[in-house]
Every structure is written in structure tokens, then in C-alpha cells.
């Protein structure tokens, strides 16, 4: 199993630009969700999804759209990009559902920086 | 919403030595885990312990629910232990949300 992988590893995009990263998964979990993680802090929710078809907001997600198509693939989009969206962005999955055995686990990262 | 503090936040030790790590939280919570960001970025997740106590090599993590904290013991630290450990907690309900906590930084010298 390659676990949980994300793609580009590095991004940098000008003010206004789009882009979408990349998140898929090869356990058939069924819980995926982005979290960004910005400098000396731990990392925040921006969305998650609880099943293909179904996301849902979490702390942080003005600036960002998510859809799930896919148990595999969870993209997360940035519409017109901006400085303050310039951090490092963790996709994670678990097993979900009705599960009592719910340990997340996390991608590599994208380093993603606005100028 | 759920606080999650950890202390200390930051550490320094010399090789060999002991640590205790402490994870605070406010609220009642589903599970619990244990993460540590290497000085790459990568999150490795260490324990899923939402009660009890876990060990695996040099690291344990006991979590005490009823009473709402976790804490993770390294013994005879190595310089690759450096870098910031997380805890993280899942509040109830129908979805795996983790609320992070602000990470202890540790600084192992040779």
C-alpha cells in the first residue's frame, strides 16, 4: 500500500492564481480531510469528507473548495490564490464510519507558497 | 470549542536523557494520538491510544480519560528524536475531526 499520497510536494503560485492539489488513498478509507499547517503552530481543518459524495466545512475554509467523486481522491482547490494561504497543506484518511478503530493517518505534505 | 494544551513547549536535552511530554484537554474525546513531525515536515504517527497505556521501543503514551490528559515518556533520547510531537484529539459524533494541540518542540544534542 502506498498509504496516503499528495501531489505537487512544492507550489508556488502568484496572487489570483488557481490550483488544485492533490490527495488520494489505497486503504478504502472512508474519511479523508486537509488540514494546513502554518509556521511554529500545529495544523488547522479546512474540510473533510465522510464518504464519496458528502464534505462538509471544518475551522478554516474560506478560500478552499473540496469534492469527493471518489472513496480514493480528495483534490483541494484554491479558486484565486493569497498570501495568507502560503503554508504547508497535510492530507489525512482514515477508517471512518461506524468504526471504533479510527487512527488518521497523514501525507507527506505540499509546501505551498503565495507571492 | 475542545482546548488541547501541551506543555512544555519547548525541550532541550542531551543524548540519553529522560523526558515526559504532557497533552491536556478540555473536553471529553473519543480517541486520542500521538504524532512527531521530523525536522522534514513528515507526520509519523506514533500511538492511537484513546485510554490505557502503550509502549512500542524507547517511547510509551498513557492516557488518563477520565481525568483528560495524555502523557508521552521517552527514555534514553537519540538525536533522531528531535523535532515537534503533537497530541491530537476526536470529539464525538459521526466524523474522525482531529483537534491538534500546539506541540512541544524537542532539541536532542549529542
Known amino acids: 500500500n502506498a498509504g496516503v499520497t499528495q501531489t505537487p510536494k512544492f507550489q508556488v503560485l502568484k496572487t489570483g492564481q488557481s490550483m488544485t492539489l492533490q490527495c488520494a488513498q489505497d486503504?478504502?478509507?472512508?474519511?479523508m480531510s486537509w488540514y494546513r499547517q502554518d509556521p511554529g503552530m500545529g495544523l488547522r481543518l479546512i474540510h473533510y469528507?465522510?464518504?464519496?459524495?458528502?464534505?462538509d466545512q471544518g475551522e478554516v475554509p474560506n478560500g478552499y473548495n473540496v469534492s469527493r467523486s471518489t472513496t480514493e481522491d480528495f483534490p483541494l482547490r484554491l479558486l484565486s490564490a493569497a498570501p495568507s494561504q502560503t503554508s504547508v497543506y497535510f492530507c489525512?484518511?482514515?477508517?471512518?464510519?461506524?468504526?471504533?478503530?479510527?487512527?488518521?493517518?497523514f501525507g507527506p505534505g505540499t509546501r505551498l507558497t503565495v507571492l | 470549542g475542545i482546548q488541547v494544551e501541551q506543555s512544555p513547549p519547548d525541550l532541550i536535552l542531551q543524548e540519553g536523557a529522560n523526558s515526559t511530554l504532557r497533552c491536556n484537554f478540555s473536553?471529553?474525546?473519543?480517541?486520542l494520538q500521538w504524532f512527531h513531525q521530523n525536522p522534514w515536515g513528515q507526520l509519523i504517527n506514533l500511538f492511537y491510544?484513546?485510554?490505557g497505556t502503550k509502549q512500542n521501543g524507547r517511547l510509551s503514551a498513557t492516557t488518563v480519560a477520565t481525568e483528560r490528559y495524555s502523557l508521552l515518556y521517552i527514555s534514553s533520547s537519540q538525536t533522531t528524536d528531535s523535532g515537534v510531537y503533537f497530541c491530537?484529539?476526536?470529539?464525538?459524533?459521526?466524523?474522525?475531526?482531529?483537534?491538534f494541540g500546539t506541540g512541544t518542540r524537542l532539541q536532542v544534542f549529542p
Open positions: 489525512a484518511s482514515s477508517q471512518g464510519g461506524a468504526s471504533v478503530y479510527n487512527e488518521q493517518f
Open positions: 486503504m478504502n478509507h472512508e474519511y
Open positions: 469528507s465522510v464518504g464519496a459524495g458528502i464534505t
Open positions: 473536553d471529553s474525546v473519543n480517541n
Open positions: 491510544i484513546p485510554s
Open positions: 491530537a484529539v476526536r470529539l464525538g459524533g459521526n466524523t474522525d475531526k482531529l483537534i
